[in-house]
Structure formats: C-alpha cells, structure tokens
C-alpha cells in the first residue's frame, strides 16, 4: 500500500495547474476543490459564508520569479493587503485595515504581546505550496486575527522514493551591474517516500544587495527598524512523517529561519517637504545590525476515521528574537549611564517563546448528511520581554500569557441550496506580569505587577445560499478577539501609582465583522463580489508621537468592497481581476462619533490588481501583471503634516522557457521603472529618515531543475 497517496484533502489540499507556469504539467489535471485547513472544519473557498482565497502554489512560483519579498508577494495577489514596505519590518502592513493573523501550517507566527511587525519574515516562500487567506475579523484560530488569517501551508513530500530539486537566482538592477547591488538566491530540497515514511528537507539561502529606485539612487535603507537590502538569510526546514496505518498520521516538522542586516551602509535622512527621499550611503551604523530569527516547531497526529470522526491534533514550540537597530531616542536616554550632553545610542531586543495546542474533532454525515459537527480546545502559552541591547536595561518587562478556548462549530443544510453555519468560541486569557521601573525618560517610576485576566465568548453565524447552478448569495457575522500591544503599553506608563491589574488600555480588542456578498462560476467564468464592515467599540491605533509610536485606544471602524474576475479564455491562457476598496474611521475625542481618518497604518489604499497567464507551446510560458494603488486623501498628521497619498501603477512581466533539462525564467519587476514614494512613506508617518521611495526595475534570471 502507497501511503503517501492516501492523503485525504483537509490535509494536503489539491493544488491546481495554472497554465502560465510548469509547461512540464499536463494539462488535462483534475481540478478539484481546495479543502481549507485554516478553517478547521473542512471547508472549500467556494462554500463559505466569508471571503477566503486559496493561493495555488503556480500562483506563488509566478510571484517569486519576480520577487522575493513574502510581503509584496501578498501584497500582489491581495489587493485588501498594503503595499510592501519592502523593509524587514511590515509593520503598517494590514489585511481589511487589521492586523491578521500570520500562521505556518497552523503555528501561530504572530507575536500577541509585542508585535514587531516581522511576522511575514520566519519562513522563505520557496518552502511554501499554498497560502489559505480568511479574510475578516474571526476566532477561528485564536487570538489576533482582527484582519484576518493567512496560514502558509508548507511543500510536502512528492511521490517517489527520491526527489530532488535546485533552484538558483539572480537578481539585479537593469541600470547596472555592480556586485552592491546584485542579489543571489538558492534552494535545495529532497523528499520523498521509504514503505510508512514520508520525508521532506530543504535549504534556502539568499544574499540581497542594495536597491535603486528608479532615478538609479540608491534606496534609503533602514537601520532601525531592519532591511531587506544589504542582508544575508538562510531557512532549513525539515519534515517526517509516518503513517501508523491508513487512517493514522504523526509528522514532525522543524523551521530555522534567520535573516541579518550587513550594516554596511547607513541611512541619508531626506527633505520631505521638498521631496527629496531617504537615500543610503556606505557607512557602518551604530550597535550591531538588525536581525529576525525564528525556530518553529510542530508535532501534529491526524485520524481520518476515528469512529466515523476526523481528529486533528496539533503540539507546537517556538523560539523567536528580533533585534532592532540602534539610535538615540529619547526614549533610550539616561544621564546615570551618558550625561547630558551626550546623546547614548541603544537597541532593542525582543525575545519570545510560544507553545500550545490545536485540536479540533469532526463528524460529517449526522442527520443524512445534513448536518456537520466539528469541536475543539486550544491553548496558547506566551512568555515576552523587550530589553535594551547595549546597555541591558529593562524597556517590556517580561509577560507570561495563557490563553485557553474550547470551541464548537455547527454546519446544517436544511434544504439542499441552503447551507447554515454557527459556532461559538469562548477565551479566557491572562496576563501575569512582575512589577518594574520605566526607563528613565519615562520617569523611572515603579509599575505594580499583576495579574489580570480577561474572558470573552465569540460567536459567528452565516448562510450561503445557491438559488440555481452557478450562483451563490452569502452572509456572515464574525468576532475577533486580540490583545493590544502590551509591551507598548507597559513601556509608555509615566505616572507614578499605576498598577497593571487595573490599566485600562490592556483590555482585549474585540472586533466584529460582518459580510455579505455573491459568487458566480460557470465554466471558464468565475466572480465574487463582497461587501463588509469591521468595528470594534475598543480598538486598537498607533500613532507617532515625536520620535516613538504610541498606542490610541479608540472606537474604529473599517468598511470596504472586494470584487474578484477570473476567465480561462482557452485551454493555454486565462487572466484576473482583483479590486479592493475601503476607508477607515476612528473616534479621536471620545465623543462616540468616528470623526476622522484613519491614516496609511492602518488602512490600505484603494487597489486594482490585473494579470494574465499564457502557455505558448509546451516550452515557453509568460506572466504579466498590473498593479495599481489609487490615490487617497487622507486626514494631516498630528503635527499638521500632510499624509495624503500619490497613487502608482507598478507592472511586473515573465517568460519561462523549458530546456532538455530544468527550465529557465526571466523577470523584469516595475517593468515601467515607476519612481515612486512608497505607501508607508507617503501616508503612514511623516519623517525625513523614511520618506523611502520604492525599488526600481530589476531583472530576475533564474534556473530550475528537478531530479
């Protein structure tokens, strides 16, 4: 018996063949409908009452020929997720104007209680077959999806005993050849299947040099925060399984992720009154140079026909730093250690480690196969702390965080066109935390610790009808439960007297999101059109706040409209469609009236995304795609800056050619070579040090073999 062909779909998913890219595909492949393991009851994209897009690994193979930014990769195939920043760190990057959730295979990425805004930096998506997008506030999985989910599901094992692929690229500027700015990225992986056994290893390494925008200068790099530019990064992962029989799987999973700035340049501040951007000169910063690394962890046990039920159980670890450059904020500043009136340079670090469990119980076919139950109970347990690099002073003290949630989901079909869903989640999450002192420019004053903790009970309930073939009406309500950035909350106390246990602004954020929309799919048709809006009586806003981000807790709401197009126009060539629009507001004087705008770090802008796909003959294939960001008008920053937002159109082409052996692919990204400021940059802040224009055009060679 073959085992690695029983992988039912709730856990390998079916990938499906897009004709732009794999000419070595046949193109006569099954299609079949994706089962979403984010969803936890086995449901497809196409019979849910919300909006959830399943990225096909072809999808994802076209993105990395031109990029290999896991944010602009989102960001070109999701037009409700921002424009990249094109920096280590996507914080301002949001799905619906939310934060979402960021998992790997169902470990959560996301850090609740000091998010860094580097989730989308632990894994390299060459490990990566599909991306599973729920769109909109849920519970689903737990704590921080207020946006939304996006779970990277990772490559499995291929059938064989012995597979191996090498993939290799180069990248580099179309304006010149210059060894500071090339980039070199490669992989390796080896899979395959020995009697019970399926394994899988891969190694990816990837050195970027700097960028250039499109008058040829060299891009402003981040020595703060962290850069794409000037780093070195490598990922192995590494996955064994074994098959106990034919219903019974436990697989082993390891990912060890790490990519370091160079610091071998330093940032030029810009004018941005005038126009002029960051730019970057060789230079050595300060400290020592940022970087993210992660070590992930997962063992899962999955039963398909446990007394007629299916279990899915989930064990994970994780092991997470970042450390942030260094400067001489204010914040950083204390005469005992530099008097006044020197300036003293410090980093942060944040250290996080998570582990916890996913279990999840299904039984289908109740009811003569009208009514499907699915039940589960997750834990979370969250050990934080951000302390100051150089001079190891506390900045977050150390939190520890619990989270319990059973959970239980209710599919019915009353009728056969009418499918009713329910469920309800309940969270009970604490915090425990020590007592400490600020930082010196916060008064140095003694915060009392405690424990408080917080419990909430999520609902959600939806229907999708289909009236006749083809067609598909859906609505859904759904809640979101999050915390707020505790670190940056427990690190902005200046007052004297004030304990954790009753510290307002630790309340948890509950977001609800309601939807509604039609979906339409006949032949070589499809289309989906959804309205919805996000709001949370207590949410959850940063702003910037002389040389330090502060959180506002204030009365938000997000409103917005989705609309897909795809259409196979033959065999050999189809194209997409894709708009998002949306606008934020915020309640800013607590008077309960949402009376101004939410700015370029929380929402993104209005987007139109377009591509088409072509197989030429069965050796050469080509990809192209538009990308347009809309202009925005948006409300002045607190200091009267002006944030509103110049829109762009960025197109990005490929063509892929199969040789007697491997295939070859060349990319050319803003192909137009657009100069322009980036959306972070023009509307999330206003600053000198990162007014940073985007990257200009680059051409992508690239060589891949199977054997």
């Not at 409700?80 to 104007?97: A, D, I, N, V």
């Not at 850090?111 to 519970?139: C, K, S, W, Y």
Request: aromatic residues 10%; negative net charge.
């Amino acid at each position: 018996m073959h085992h690695r062909l029983l992988w039912p779909a709730s856990a390998i998913g079916v990938a499906l063949v897009c004709p732009a890219y794999g000419a070595e595909q046949t193109q006569d492949h099954v299609l079949e409908p994706v089962v979403v393991s984010a969803s936890r009851t086995g449901a497809t994209e196409h019979d849910t009452p919300e909006v959830i897009r399943v990225i096909k690994k072809e999808e994802i193979e076209e993105q990395r020929q031109i990029t290999s930014d896991s944010s602009q990769i989102l960001s070109n195939l999701l037009p409700s997720f921002s424009p990249s920043r094109q920096k280590m760190s996507g914080s301002g990057e949001t799905l619906r104007g939310r934060t979402p959730l960021v998992m790997i295979d169902g470990i959560p990425q996301s850090n609740p209680l000091r998010p860094t805004g580097r989730e989308m930096h632990t894994i390299d998506f060459a490990m990566v077959e599909r991306i599973e997008v729920i769109q909109g506030a849920n519970a689903t999985n737990g704590l921080g999806a207020t946006g939304g989910v996006i779970n990277l599901i990772t490559k499995r094992p291929e059938p064989g005993s012995l597979n191996q692929n090498i993939d290799v690229q180069i990248t580099t500027p179309t304006s010149e050849l210059k060894s500071e700015t090339l980039s070199y990225k490669t992989h390796y992986g080896v899979s395959g299947n020995a009697g019970k056994v399926d394994y899988l290893f891969a190694l990816g390494y990837e050195e970027q040099g700097m960028f250039l925008d499109g008058d040829n200068h060299l891009i402003g790099v981040d020595n703060t925060q962290g850069d794409l530019m000037n780093s070195r990064s490598y990922d192995a992962m590494g996955k064994l399984a074994y098959w106990l029989d034919d219903n019974q799987r436990l697989q082993l999973s390891v990912n060890r992720y790490r990519i370091k700035g160079l610091n071998e340049y330093v940032s030029v501040s810009g004018k941005r009154d005038e126009g002029v951007p960051t730019t970057s000169t060789p230079g050595t910063p300060e400290g020592d140079a940022p970087y993210n690394e992660v070590w992930t962890t997962g063992l899962s046990y999955d039963h398909y026909n446990l007394a007629g039920m299916q279990l899915n159980a989930l064990a994970f670890y994780q092991d997470y730093e970042s450390l942030f450059g260094a400067t001489d904020s204010n914040s950083f500043q204390d005469p005992a250690i530099v008097p006044a009136p020197g300036r003293l340079y410090d980093q942060t670090m944040a250290e996080t480690t998570k582990y916890g469990t996913k279990v999840s119980l299904t039984k289908d076919g109740l009811w003569n196969g009208r009514l499907k139950l699915t039940g589960g109970f997750d834990t979370l347990f969250d050990n934080t702390e951000q302390f100051l690099w150089l001079t190891d002073r506390t900045y977050v003290p150390e939190v520890e965080y619990t989270d319990l949630s059973p959970f239980i989901q209710i599919q019915l079909k009353p009728i056969d066109s009418l499918t009713l869903s329910a469920g309800a989640r309940y969270e009970y999450a604490e915090l425990k935390i020590d007592g400490y002192n600020t930082v010196w420019n916060n008064g140095g004053v003694y915060v009392e610790g405690g424990d408080p903790s917080f419990n909430d009970t999520l609902y959600n309930v939806g229907l999708v009808w289909a009236p006749q073939d083809n067609w598909n009406l859906f609505a859904n309500y759904s809640e979101g439960f999050a915390l707020p950035d505790v670190g940056r909350v427990l690190r902005g106390i200046n007052q004297s007297g004030q304990s954790v246990e009753d510290f307002k602004d630790l309340r948890p954020i509950v977001t609800d999101n309601v939807e509604g929309g039609v979906r339409y799919q006949d032949g070589p048709f499809s289309a989906e059109v959804s309205y919805y809006v996000s709001s949370s009586d207590y949410g959850s806003r940063i702003e910037r706040e002389n040389d330090a981000f502060v959180m506002r807790r204030e009365k938000t709401k997000i409103d917005g409209i989705e609309g897909t197009l795809g259409y196979q126009f033959t065999p050999n060539h189809s194209g997409k469609l894709a708009y998002s629009h949306m606008r934020g507001r915020y309640d800013s004087n607590d008077d309960g009236t949402l009376d101004a705008r939410l700015n370029g770090l929380n929402v993104a802008p209005d987007r139109l995304i377009t591509s088409w796909s072509a197989r030429w003959s069965s050796r050469l294939t080509s990809f192209v795609q538009a990308n347009y960001a809309f202009d925005k008008n948006l409300d002045k920053s607190p200091k009267g800056d002006d944030l509103d937002f110049d829109g762009y159109l960025l197109v990005d082409a490929a063509i892929g050619y199969r040789l007697p052996k491997g295939q070859l692919s060349v990319a050319l990204s803003n192909l137009l070579n657009k100069q322009y400021v980036t959306y972070y940059s023009q509307s999330a802040l206003a600053n000198n040090d990162r007014y940073f224009t985007g990257r200009g055009r680059t051409l992508t060679v690239g060589y891949r073999l199977n054997f």
